[in-house]
């Protein structure tokens, strides 16, 4: 006895096969992340009244940078994964889906790319 619809099976068609493993990285990134916010909540909340010159101290050091550079590619690869998800369920053209999925990782990468290089040229300065 198969699972498959008769639709299905006729057509030969089946699962994408990919998201079991959308669903658990989703899940893996997300409870990274937890930890990962409430140190950067915190953190933020510790330098309420801090300076300029305070918070640039504040990324150099070097368990901070590495941190930041943690909490920012979670951050970003959470987001790009469930903007993937919204992409995939509500845009009914395909070209339209094609092109918002492929702006959706450009942004995502850009964004990373500047945050990340941003902490490191503070952190190694």
Known sequence: MSLRS????AR????????????????????ALVPLS????FS????????????LWWVSYPAVAVTLVLFIGAALYHSMLGVQ???????????AKITALLLSKFFH????????????KIALA
């Open 109 to 120: 990468l850009v964004v990373a790319v500047a945050s990340i290089f941003a902490v490191l």
């Open 12 to 31: 030969g068609l089946g699962s994408a096969k990919d998201g079991t493993h959308h669903f658990w990285v989703q899940r893996v990134s997300a409870v």
């Open 44 to 55: 933020l909340a510790r330098l309420g009244g801090a300076g300029y010159e305070q918070v």
């Open 6 to 9: 008769p639709l299905g099976h």
């Open 85 to 95: 998800v919204v992409i995939e369920d509500y845009v009914g053209n395909e070209a």
């Open 38 to 41: 409430l140190w950067f909540v």
